[in-house]
């Protein structure tokens, strides 16, 4: 697997992260008749919190982030995104596992939502996310701790 790390975000990598975003979600958007190309970026602004984020870097450089934002009955899961260069190298496998071992020994329940069709819902549906509800363009999983 590629050398990665994950670091604690800042409000500085803002501007890196929704260009991430923009980009590892445009085919999806575009898929739905979705993307506009100020809103993907402006989104990810809006509800950047650096204290709930995590940056992922691999070789030294922005490939991404995480974010786990407390919520009542819950933490969403928010803001996975990985840059093309890093995607189909295992690393959003392991950043998803570090997070649901971590929610698991905090018995934590994770909440995420992904876009209608989007192949990450295979990923969180093999780490124990099951289908909660959906809407015209979102589905949203659940996962209960374990022991």
């Known amino acids: 697997m590629a050398d990665w790390v994950t670091r604690p975000a800042t409000a500085d990598d803002v501007e890196a992260v929704a260009e991430v975003r923009a980009v590892a979600m445009r085919a999806d958007l575009e898929r739905l008749g979705r993307y506009d190309e100020h809103r993907v970026r402006q989104r990810l602004r ?14 030294g450089v922005l490939a991404g982030c995480v974010a786990l934002r407390p919520a009542d009955d819950a933490h969403w899961l928010e803001h996975f995104y990985l840059a093309p260069h890093a995607q189909g190298r295992g690393i959003g496998t392991a950043v998803l596992r570090e997070l649901v071992e971590t929610a698991d020994r905090s018995a934590l329940r994770l909440r995420v939502d992904v876009l209608q069709g989007s192949p990450a819902r295979r990923l969180y549906e093999r780490h124990g996310f099951t289908f909660e509800r959906e809407d015209d363009v979102d589905v949203f999983l659940v996962r209960a701790p374990r022991p």
């Open 46 to 59: 809006d509800g950047f919190v650096p204290a709930h984020t995590r940056i992922i870097e691999l070789d």
